[in-house]
């Protein structure tokens, strides 16, 4: 029993050293187990913070800020960081501000609201009175537009005549004053552009308001491109037919050709021409500006359709101006003869006293086939008939303005015999009839061509590149003549009334163009010029034998 009794207490000692052990293991172990995990946990969080790091600096650098990196990564380690969202797409740059409105000022005795647009004085005053008040105009608008170099697009293809225009004068070396001198001898006024402002001498009066409404168009190119009009020195003639006579300014003579600027030209002359006064308004016979004409036009084309119309050829205007137009009267329905023509004389006296009720123009689109013929030289009327939707009939014509040149037979018109006119009308409305599919094509196509070539974007920058090139050739440095004046769209509008002021006002150019103009196209090479006159002429006289062999004429 002794001896049990040692044993057992040394096994129970031994047991408390175990235990101890054991406990002393077991802590060991859970340490090492916790610092094990503790310092995985750091290795993946390391990683985790790394990669994070670099994704949120990845986003960082597409992101615009202010900030520094740091601060940046601190703000972007929100809790909303840890599940980011979606990427958001960077804030756009802000829009550049729309270029500042225009305004005009009048005096108190000169208010510009004051108007009577329904009265048009019998004869105008207003460049009169401008010419000789003492009103000041303010400075020019910064060139702000004049930093872009182009709009990027291509000019329509009759700026190209530009060119043709101005060739006489380049191949002669330049313009000199002793031209411009000679081109004094009919010219109705004289414009000289100096540093933005520009400078009217009235030379002779002109017919109604041509003169007013021509210096107008010029003011507001000055405002549409401010900066980018050259100085200049020109003379301008707002009579209708071209007298620079080709044949009289060869060899020697070439030394005083004289450069003068109208509306209109033929093959036989040298005018230099520019877009007509009635783009801006004609108060005189109540035809708007053309941006509001224009729209006009288009809307008369949508209220009936090209099928649904009038299978007749349709004009209306004043005979009394040609003998071809009063032939063209010959050409009406009678009680013998239909020559499938309606013909309508216009007495202007008569519309202007019943207030212009039956000449709206875009009323006038009701028939499938309209006549266009000139007047005493070239008609403003060309284009409101082209806009027609209606096949134009144009009889031969003798003059171009400035973009007319363009048009080309069988795509934008129907060539009428002007020695025949009845017959040639009468077989081209049976032809139409009898091919309404082609005939309607062909007055899309020219309906198309003035929505599209000739809005006012592109007579703003066929005037400014006209008059960019023509300055150009000047060989003398554009100074004030003492005799001219300054002139302004305020000195202008603000002595304007009745419609006068109505259509300036209408047709003002309300803020600088923020593009630059269409890209002027090179000019015509030799051949181009000889191919685009054979296939005219071969044109014309596909439809001659066609009337020929039809009619045996």
Known sequence: MATAAPAAAAAAADCRRRAVLAGALSRTSAAFLFLSVVAVA????????AATTTTLQGRLTRL???ASIPAAAAAALHPEAEHPHPPRPSPAAPPSPPPALYSISCPAALNISHSHPTGTPKTSQTLARALSSSSTCLPPP???AAAAPSSNRSCPSYFRYIHEDLRPWRAAGGVTRAMLRRARLTATFRLVVLGGRAYVQRLRPAFQTRDLFTVWGVLQLLRRYPGRVPDLD???DTVDWPVVRAHLYRGKYADVMPPLFRYCGDDRTLDIVFPDWSFWGWPEINIKPWDALRQDLKDGNNRVAWMDREPYAYWKGNPSVSATRQELVKCNVSSTKDWNSRIYAQDWFKESKAGYKDSDLGSQCSHRYKIYIEGSAWSISQKYILACDSMTLLVTPKYYDFFSRSLMPIQHYWPVRDDNKCASIKYAVDWGNSHKQLAQR????ASNFIQEELSMDHVYDYMLHLLTEYAKLLKF???KPPEAVEVCSESLACQAEGLEKKFLVDSMVKSAHDAGPCDLPPPFSSHELKMLKQR???SVKQIEMWEQRDLGA
């Open 42 to 49: 750091a290795v993946i969080s390391g990683r985790w913070i």
């Open 442 to 445: 062909i007055g899309k196509q």
């Open 142 to 144: 910064p060139a702000a």
């Open 536 to 538: 005219k002429e071969n």
């Open 64 to 66: 615009p800020t202010t």
């Open 477 to 479: 440095k554009p100074t």
């Open 234 to 236: 020109l003379m301008f």
